[in-house]
């Protein structure tokens, strides 16, 4: 038979690296309830149409990467691609927008198929924040500094840049638009076959193109700022000045768009030179037409989300394994004693580890192998007098502790 493998581009998590993904995950956390963002959960499949009709249909999301499904019940299902279609979705269909500003942060995986490498997966883990209801740029530079944050306490705003540029509103955009198509069209025949099907589809996304070459033509492209509207404009200006404010740093990006079709105004990604091809870590910006796209009362957002695997394969911080005491009995009658006494410890909140079999190097071995802090040795002689050894694995102090004192003993090494 042939050996089972993991599906291309999903990963098993060691506990190594649950450790370190829960301490990028746990360290946001904590920032986020500092700016009153509360936790929301949403399912990881919603029906298909969630995504299409927010993602829209020329997102390469919506176009390649969907994993979508009939279920039994004959409707198509998608495993969520990314986090705010559903939270969006949850805020409509539970009603949530009668008492706005909502500030929510999400963290879980998300799928799309995607041609694996480095940095990118096909099943890969996120955290998030929205925050809805809040049209002024003063929400944009709440929802950035919150992230800035979060990256400064996992130890990486060294390591980030903060990319910023602007995508203006719908009127910027159509004129944007126009410009951005009638240059491009000029190098049709030397862009990427990709980019050709966006020029009439989504020209905007060929901004954001990894090509070579649609990067040099880019390079020479009419940018937006020359099309904002002066509403627009005024936006970004104080979105620009709130964070000067804040004495956080950025970098004014004109080429930078979002992959997903729903943004407007304000765009930003948090990026690094660590990860080689797939640089970006944390990537949002607003999306104030999305609720009303979804059927929602028309309610404006602005959001962002960051890879969990990227921050934690740059962060090297982890939650540290907890160290163990080892229960190590010896002989057949101190075996069947250690059970029960290793329940009475653990209930008493001590980290205890059996190794249920095994002779006493073997479970020293362990012992140490699991940075445990001490041994508790249950000997037949020890057992006759109702106490063990006790072993401090740091110093190699030894003592023989009542079994009636274990507890206070022991409670040196939680
Ligand atoms: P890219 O241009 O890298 O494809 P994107 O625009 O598709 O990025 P977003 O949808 O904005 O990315 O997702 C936000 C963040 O989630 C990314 O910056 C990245 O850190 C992470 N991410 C996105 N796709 C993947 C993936 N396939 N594997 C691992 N992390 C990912
Ligand atoms: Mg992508």
Sequence with gaps: MAKLQPVRGTHDLLPEQVRSHRYVEETARAVAERYCYAPIDTPIFEFTEVFVRTLGETSDVVSKEMYSFEDKGGDSITLRPEGTAGVVRAVISGGLAQELPLKYFYGGPMFRYERPQKGRQRQFHQIGAELLGVPEPTGDVEIIALGAHILEALGLQANTTLELNTLGDQASRTAYRDDLVAYLSRYRDDLSADSRERLGRNPLRILDSKDRTDREIVAGAPTFDDHLTPTAAEFFAAVCGGLDDLAIAY????????????????????????????????????????????GGPPTPGVGWAAGIER????????????????????????????????????????????????????????????????????GEDELQRQAATVRDLDSGEQTEVSLDDLEARLAAFR
């Design 311 to 378: 921050l934690a394969m740059m962060s090297h911080d982890a939650e540290p394994a907890p160290r163990p005491i080892a229960l190590i009995p010896v002989g057949e009658e101190a075996t069947v004693r250690a059970a029960s006494l290793a329940y009475r410890l653990r209930r008493a909140g001590l980290i205890i580890d059996l190794a249920h079999r095994g002779n006493l190097s073997r479970r020293m071995k362990r012992a140490n192998k699991h940075h445990a802090r001490a041994a508790v040795l249950l």
């Design 251 to 294: 970098t004014l990006t004109p080429t930078l768009v979002r992959g997903l079709d729903y943004y407007c105004h304000t765009a930003f990604e948090f990026t690094t030179t660590e990860l080689g091809a797939q640089g970006t870590v944390l990537a949002g910006g607003r999306y104030d037409g999305l609720m009303e796209i979804m």
